[in-house]
């Protein structure tokens, strides 16, 4: 970021029972999930965090971090200056630290950013042309190559227009090498891990303006050349000098209809209390109402972690208590208490029109896919207590063959059978607790079976 945006930003026990519910994939407007990559999976969103590999010593960021987060942005480890410190001699110390704790917490990443004009090397900055071309493709090709079925999204490119009125591409060593530098670093990105989806993500492109025009029409050429570009970050830096725009879901929606999906990348908002809570609600709200808009992100944990403390712009305050920008985020993505009731109208899904009815003792499972790309899905699992509530259930969930199972959440897994963990497998009559796996293959119709103890 640039001193010009950086001074922008400163002014600113009964018997088992099984019952069977078969279900396809369930929309569950008015879910209440507990946390807020629960209540965003209910949804079919992620919610995720930046994380500091430095910072994973510390047992309540993490316990944070594995509590609310599905999603984890390294906020400095993948960038050129950390993985390619000498010209041709990579080190992903750090960053392999934070990948492979998330995937083995359930979490997945965003790759972050692959080619971008700061944080770079001392060698690649003094680099001019043809040089620092092949250098940024050699770069490219190793990380995504590192990384490759590792990473959901990349930010192969970040911060490459200007912030004047022009809508112009900034200048920068990079730029010089030629325009056509990003269009070369999505197709480097694209042959080293064809998966992952590849992103442009910038900031004060948050509402229609000129630099967000700019971006726009670069995006309108990649696809009408082919050019492989998958979604656009939205990196929604805000404070009183650059508040969350108007237009904030309109220009999210003008992207998205351009084939592209949209994600909230480095959320932040400074503030504090009800006005700070109101502008989170905007911005999730917005996210929610644009199918393409596939996730948000904050970037970082609690205020004492954030890249500006002082402007406090995070949902977690230095001790990691809940802030009410939390409450209203997870309020706004449709959660709420962990053992609220259910809505009154139970959800619909779409291949019933309604839920069974609570029965009278055991428990029901009803499945919602909320993810499903090529080659892997996401759902979640809610689990509903009959009469006599639970003290302990488990749901017998067969996977279609070739489909199996990467990681839990919220669940104890032997085979196809998914347990309560400790803390929810008290369920209060007519209450309900919610657990999700992230699988390879194609989920296609589960059938769950659920027995309470
Ligand atoms: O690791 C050194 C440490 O050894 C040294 O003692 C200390 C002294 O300042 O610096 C530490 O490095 C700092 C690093 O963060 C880790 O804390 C760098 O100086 C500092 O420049 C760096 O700032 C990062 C900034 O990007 C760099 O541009 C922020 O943490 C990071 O949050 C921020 O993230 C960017 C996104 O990548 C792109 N979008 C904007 C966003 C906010 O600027």
Redesign the pocket.
């Known amino acids: 970021?640039d001193n010009t945006?950086?001074r922008a930003?400163g002014a600113a026990g009964a018997g088992a029972l099984a019952v069977v519910v078969a279900l396809g994939i369930a929309s569950s407007a008015g879910a209440a999930a507990s946390t807020l990559h629960a209540a965003a999976a209910e949804q079919g969103r992620y919610f995720g965090t930046?994380v500091?590999a430095?910072k994973l010593s510390d047992s309540v960021y993490t316990g944070i971090l594995d509590r609310e987060f599905g999603m984890v942005t390294p906020?400095?480890e993948m960038?050129w200056d950390a993985t390619e410190p000498s010209q041709g001699s990579f080190s992903y110390g750090s960053a392999d630290q934070i990948v492979n704790r998330a995937l083995s917490h359930n979490q997945r990443m965003r790759g972050?950013?692959l080619a971008?004009h700061?944080?770079q090397p001392g060698w690649a900055q003094s680099l001019s042309g043809t040089a620092l071309r092949n250098a940024m493709v050699n770069h490219i090709t190793n990380v995504a190559t590192h990384y490759k079925g590792k990473i959901y999204a990349w930010?192969v490119v970040?911060?490459a227009f200007d912030d004047g009125g022009s809508g112009a591409r900034r200048d920068s060593n990079l730029q010089r090498t030629g325009n056509d530098w990003i269009e070369v670093a999505f197709r480097t990105a694209r042959a080293a891990d064809p998966d992952a989806k590849l992103c442009y993500?910038d900031?004060n492109t948050d509402g229609q303006n000129a630099k967000s025009n700019g971006v726009y029409a670069m995006v309108q050429d990649f696809k009408a050349r082919g050019v492989p570009i998958d979604c656009v970050g939205f990196?929604s830096?805000f404070n009183s000098a650059s508040p969350v725009p108007s237009d904030y879901q309109a220009n999210l929606q003008r992207f998205a209809n351009l084939g592209v999906d949209v994600q909230i990348?480095?959320l932040d908002i400074e503030g504090s209390g009800t006005t700070q809570a109101d502008n989170y609600r905007r911005v999730v709200q917005a996210c929610l109402a644009v199918t393409r808009c596939t996730g948000i992100t904050v970037?970082?944990i609690r205020d004492s972690d954030?890249?500006?403390a002082s402007g406090t712009p995070l949902l977690f305050d230095g001790n990691g208590n809940k802030k009410p920008a939390y409450t209203s985020t997870l309020t706004a993505l449709g959660g709420g208490n962990p053992t609220s009731t259910p809505p009154s109208s139970p959800p619909v899904s779409s291949s019933s029109s309604s839920q069974p009815p609570i029965p009278s003792d055991g428990c029901t499972a009803t499945v919602a896919r909320v993810d499903q790309w090529q080659g892997g899905f996401v759902v979640t699992v809610r689990v509903t207590a009959g009469a006599n509530g639970t003290n302990g259930w488990a749901v017998t969930l067969p996977l279609p063959s070739g489909a199996t199972v990467t990681n839990a959440w919220n669940t104890n897994r032997s085979g196809s059978v998914f347990s309560n963990v400790s803390y929810n497998g008290r369920i209060a009559a007519g209450q309900f607790t919610e657990f999700g796996f992230q699988g390879t293959g194609t989920a296609g119709t589960l059938t769950p079976s659920c027995s309470a103890s």
């Open positions: 970021m945006r950086k930003l930046a500091a430095y906020e400095n960038k972050h950013a971008w700061q944080q930010d970040n911060e993500n900031y990196q830096h990348t480095e970037w970082g954030s890249w500006r």
